[in-house]
């Protein structure tokens, strides 16, 4: 295989690289992450840059300490990615460095040192995100309630400044949980769930995402479309988004059933935190993902229920992360054991046999 | 008329408006032409000429042997200037045994001998024998020889004869062409192999690129209700003999089996018209249509070419090239071969000649893998192309072969589509090939080591057989000496 001249077919390509596909998915995250930054002010637009640059300049790093060549892959695009999927599931109004440390362990720990793209066993920015939960429990849950750029109680270009850079969250007031960290909170308290919801959860503006949220996560109709753009240009495909947002729903449903009380509804699951992100941009991650269409269900499903269950019963309000990278190390397996049928054979891997060989056999 | 759905497949630009509305030219008589021994699957034609010898046109230069062969003719009449070695059509570019006849520029035709009748009078197995006789091979490219396939009724009970004009190679526009401008004489082909297998029903499948082609066709069956044309939806690999199949009957083919497993033979459609002129006017295979085109070309053109004709003369003929091409390939390019040189002349198998342009080809570094899943679903046998590359990479053929590796058909489809530019196929080629080779080193050693055990059994077998020669002729002295010593007594 050393040879230069390929002996073999096709000496056609189709239209597509790994940069286009990449571009193709920023382009569909971009209506979401604009409005994070139009809701949450120069802040959010701060923190995003920072993020997206650092991942970048860590991927160029990367490369070179490889000694691979550092433009064709840079090119790809994959690293910005991977910083603009981080910065959406950040606070909006968090640190510089948390944005910075985020990038670091995405690309560095999570990407590179498994290989580079392609070789990642686990969602980069998903790694990064569940590192900095565990270790900035703090700054990684105080959301702000939505300041819209260039209104009159939003932060101007300096004083953002001053909050990404400077001495970091200005003032208590603006503060606020998100609608499942909250929930968390007040049923731990015995609260119950119709009082809990009623301050925080409106379906319209959680559909719309006018809300306390990640950067790029509240807004379930920007990334709905987005996502329906991807499956429109074929970078995604169906199977993971629908699979986890009906396991999800349908347990969600269930447990309201039997506890209306304690258990949010679906419509609560399905528009807070990061279900609708997850589903079209996160857990359908090429790379992290199985390949086959069967894989890709039950991949879906396993995802839909790990977040009901972390959600319901574990200690974290939000279970997006954790229940992804848990999928995730499932990857290999599900693609070991569940491969698409082969042409002219059964699902067991045996040649097809006709009716009416059969009988001719006996 | 029902049709069924087949998995995966792509849609490249087709690219046949290049050549589509090119009515077929004939290719003036080249001034030397190089015929191998060998442009079928099997074992190579036995040459019954030698240097010097003068021939006729349609006589024969090589007779096949074994069971599974085909005998080559003299396209023109002229002498034979050799039997030797020359490159092959073949990526390889390794050299075959060859005949170079220099045509004369009478073309005088050899007095037949096969007295053309009524091919529907004969029967199916003198059919197969003239069709055998006249050289003829499957035509899409595969080479196969056509009269094994028309014999196949002796062993499978057949239903359906299916016409193989799906033509879903990109560039390609012969079959496209033979349909348009020889559709009485391609259906009588038809008809008469239908006739050899003793089928009933016959499906004429071609693609919705097509519809000059399709509807010529659909005319002249209307002659003749046992014929029906199927519109196929256009999508690469449609031609693949198994999805083509599939696509009209809804059933696999088993795997490792052939289309005949269920009732089905397929033909392609210049074969058809190779059979209706090999029994109708008793003319063995002398020349083919071949689409010579690509954005390098100047002028592309459909051309009726003489077999053995070299691809340099094709080319000139066509306004030489435009720009150096980045690529030059026999077939389509999906899975068509690089050519070497333009000194290779024309085969039996040969549809396409394409000059590409870089621009055409699109190809790009290849960058790693990042799961995207596009080959899977890209896939028409439902194989996991990624896994199968990087089984194959890792030197693990195996764990290839778990994948699907010998299901693969190498349509490229996989490789078309990916965004990495992976050359998969390459991958797969590589591993098909180093498979090979291990079998037959395996076998061999598995041979040496039966012979070497049969020998030392041999050896062990003389020495008992010495050692109770031995014993006997001691018992019979030890005999010999008692009787003495009893006789003195």
Request: net charge positive; hydrophobic share 45%.
């Amino acid at each position: 295989m050393t040879g230069t001249i390929l002996v073999s077919g096709p000496h056609a390509h189709g239209a597509i690289s790994v940069s286009r596909t990449m571009a193709l998915v920023m382009l569909a995250l971009l209506p979401a992450t604009l409005f994070g930054v139009c809701i949450y002010g120069w802040p959010a637009l701060n923190l995003f840059l920072v993020t997206v640059g650092s991942a970048i300049i860590a991927e160029a790093g990367c490369l070179k300490l490889a000694g691979k060549p550092v433009s064709p892959y840079l090119k790809d695009g994959s690293a910005a990615l991977t910083g603009w999927l981080l910065a959406m599931t950040l606070p909006p109004w968090a640190p510089w460095w948390i944005g910075v440390t985020g990038s670091l362990i995405a690309i560095v720990i999570a990407k590179q040192v498994f290989g580079g793209i392609g070789q990642n066993l686990f969602n980069p920015a998903m790694v990064a995100r569940v590192a900095l939960l565990i270790t900035f429990p703090l700054e990684m849950t105080t959301f702000v309630i939505p300041k819209p750029l260039l209104s009159s109680d939003a932060p101007g270009f300096l004083q953002g400044l001053a909050i990404s850079f400077g001495s970091g969250f200005p003032v208590d007031a603006v503060s606020s949980a998100s609608t499942l960290g909250h929930v968390k909170t007040e049923i731990g308290r015995h609260v119950p769930l119709d009082t809990a919801l009623a301050p925080v959860f409106d379906k319209l503006t959680s559909f719309l995402g006018y809300m306390p949220g990640s950067l790029g996560e509240t807004s379930a109709l920007l990334i709905v479309l987005g996502g329906a753009y991807l499956l429109f240009r074929r970078i995604i495909t169906w199977h993971i988004p629908v699979a986890m947002i009906v396991s999800l729903l349908g347990l969600a449903t269930l447990f309201h059933w039997i506890g209306p009380e304690t258990y949010p509804g679906p419509l609560v699951h399905l528009l807070s935190g990061a279900t609708v992100l997850g589903a079209f941009f996160i857990a359908t991650d090429l790379v992290t993902s199985p390949v086959t269409p069967r894989g890709q269900l039950l991949f879906g499903a396993g995802c839909g229920a790990l977040v009901f269950v972390i959600r319901s019963w574990a200690g974290y309000p939000e279970g997006m992360a954790f229940a992804i990278m848990l999928m995730n190390a499932l990857t290999p397996l599900i693609d070991h054991y569940l491969r698409p049928r082969v042409y002219g054979r059964d699902r067991k891997g045996e040649p097809l046999v006709y009716e009416q060989e059969r009988e001719s056999a006996q | 008329m029902k049709l069924f759905k087949i998995s995966g497949g792509v849609h490249p630009d087709d690219c046949k408006a290049l050549t589509a509305k090119s009515a077929i030219e004939t290719l003036p008589l080249p001034a030397l032409l190089h015929i191998p021994l060998q442009q079928h699957i099997g074992s190579p034609a036995a040459p019954v000429v030698r240097r010097g010898d003068q021939v006729l046109k349609g006589q024969l230069l090589a007779h096949s042997q074994g069971m599974i062969s085909a005998p080559v003719h003299a396209p023109t009449s002229g002498r034979v200037m050799g039997v030797g070695n020359y490159p092959a059509h073949h990526a390889s570019g390794l050299s075959v045994r060859t005949i170079t006849l220099k045509p004369d520029g009478k073309d005088t035709w050899v007095s037949s001998e096969a007295i053309p009748c009524d091919p529907f009078k004969l029967d199916p197995e003198e059919i197969a024998t003239r069709v055998a006789a006249a050289g003829i091979v499957g035509m899409g490219g595969a080479t196969f020889p056509s009269a094994v396939k028309l014999n196949l009724r002796t062993r499978y009970t057949l239903k359906t004869l299916v016409i193989n004009g799906a033509e879903c190679e990109p560039y390609l526009t012969c079959d496209d062409r033979l349909m348009q401008e020889h559709t009485a004489e391609v259906i009588d082909g038809i008809r008469i192999m239908a006739h050899a297998l003793g089928v009933e029903k016959i499906i004429i499948g071609i693609e919705n690129n097509k519809p000059d082609a399709q509807l010529a066709m659909e005319t002249e069956a209307l002659n003749y209700p046992e014929v029906s044309i199927a519109r196929l939806p256009t999508r690469y690999p449609m031609g693949s003999e198994k999805h083509l199949v599939q696509t009209l009957t809804g059933l696999e083919t088993p795997a490792r089996g052939l289309t005949a497993d269920i009732g089905v033979v397929v033909h392609n459609v210049a074969t058809a018209l190779a059979v209706h002129d090999a029994l109708r006017h008793g003319r063995p295979l002398l020349s083919r249509v071949v689409t010579v085109s690509g954005g390098a070309v100047r002028e592309p053109k459909n051309l009726r070419v003489l077999i053995g004709t070299p691809v340099d003369d094709l080319l000139s003929y066509c306004g030489g090239f435009t720009s150096t091409p980045a690529r030059l390939i026999s077939g389509g390019p999906m899975m068509g071969q690089i050519l070497p040189s333009t000194r290779v002349p024309v085969v039996k198998g040969s549809n396409g000649v394409l000059a590409l342009t870089g621009k055409e080809m699109a190809s790009d570094t290849p960058m790693p893998c990042i799961r995207c899943a596009s080959c899977v679903r890209a896939c028409p046998c439902g194989l996991v192309p990624l896994e199968m590359a990087n089984f194959a990479r890792a030197g693990d053929l195996e764990g290839s072969v778990g994948f699907g590796l010998m299901d693969c058909i190498a349509c490229g489809s996989c490789a078309y589509v990916c965004p990495s530019n992976i050359p998969l196929v390459q991958y797969f080629n590589y591993a098909k090939g180093e498979l090979t080779a291990r079998q037959r080193t395996e076998h061999k050693q598995l041979e040496t080591k039966r012979l070497a055990e049969l020998r030392s059994d041999r050896i062990e077998k003389q020495k008992q057989a010495k050692r109770e020669a031995l014993a006997k002729r001691k018992q019979a002295a030890k005999a010999q000496q008692q009787e003495a010593a009893e006789a003195e007594a």
